[in-house]
């Protein structure tokens, strides 16, 4: 069965710290992996996704994410976070071959000092 | 173009009771896939649906259900409400499909409150 583990619960970082967000998946076969960010009383919107192809994506606001298949890692990265990146980050793994039912990490609450 | 549109964004239900939640995909959309967020179990897959046929569906009981109109738009329902049902209902849409590699985009959600 596929999961996805968020090690991070909870992440502080100044304003203008660079930032990175750990993600490790397990599945079978090459995932279709994700990105979502939901602010307080929101849904999800999506920040980048890796399908195949470059290792290195790149998504909204500055956000980009690596895949290692060695690791299974997808882990987020932005080189300054602003105050608005203030928010919960899921990452997310899809069967390949499908879109229809996404696996989600437990999250990482990102707090942002200014 | 408009995103996922869900409706009511809060309700508040009583045990015991049911509740109809409705979606309206992103035009063009075929795929229409509904989750459950709590903090207790973070965000856990319930069903989708394409073309009018449920193609998957995720661990929970018979009391929540759904289906999906030929413009595409769905409702969820849950039957015989408990206190463990509140929660967050996100519904996402794709254009569906195989082979995929489509993006799957989120609505703002419906907040079920089971007082």
């Known amino acids: 069965a596929q999961s996805v583990t968020q090690p991070d619960i909870h992440i502080t970082v100044s304003e203008g710290a660079s930032l990175e967000l750990r993600c490790n998946y397990s599945?079978?076969?090459?995932?279709?992996l994700f990105w979502y960010v939901q602010s307080p009383g929101q849904g999800l919107q999506l920040l980048l996704k890796y399908f195949s192809g470059d290792t290195l994506v790149q998504g909204i606001k500055g956000f980009e994410a690596e895949f290692k298949r060695s690791q299974s890692s997808f882990n987020l990265r932005k080189p300054s976070v602003h105050w608005s990146d203030a928010a919960e980050y899921f990452c997310?793994?899809?069967?390949?071959?499908?879109?229809?039912?996404?696996?989600f990490g437990k999250g990482t609450l990102l707090t942002v000092n200014p | 173009k408009a995103g996922v549109t869900q409706t009511p964004r809060y309700l508040i239900k009583t045990r015991g009771q049911q509740v109809t939640l409705s979606c309206s995909p992103i035009?063009?959309?075929?795929?229409v896939s509904w989750y459950q967020q709590t903090p207790g179990q973070g965000l856990q897959f319930l069903f989708e649906?394409?073309?009018?046929?449920?193609?998957n569906k995720g661990n929970f009981p018979g009391r929540f259900s759904g289906r999906q109109f030929s413009n595409s738009r769905s409702e969820m329902n849950v039957s015989t409400l408990e206190l463990g049902d509140s929660a967050l209902y996100l519904c996402a849409s794709s254009r569906g499909g195989s082979p995929s590699g489509n993006t799957i985009y989120f609505g703002e959600g419906s907040w079920l409150t089971v007082v």
């Open positions: 599945y079978g076969a090459t995932p279709y």
């Open positions: 035009s063009g959309h075929r795929s």
């Open positions: 649906y394409f073309s009018e046929t449920q193609r």
């Open positions: 997310a793994v899809g069967p390949w071959g499908s879109n229809y039912k996404l696996t």
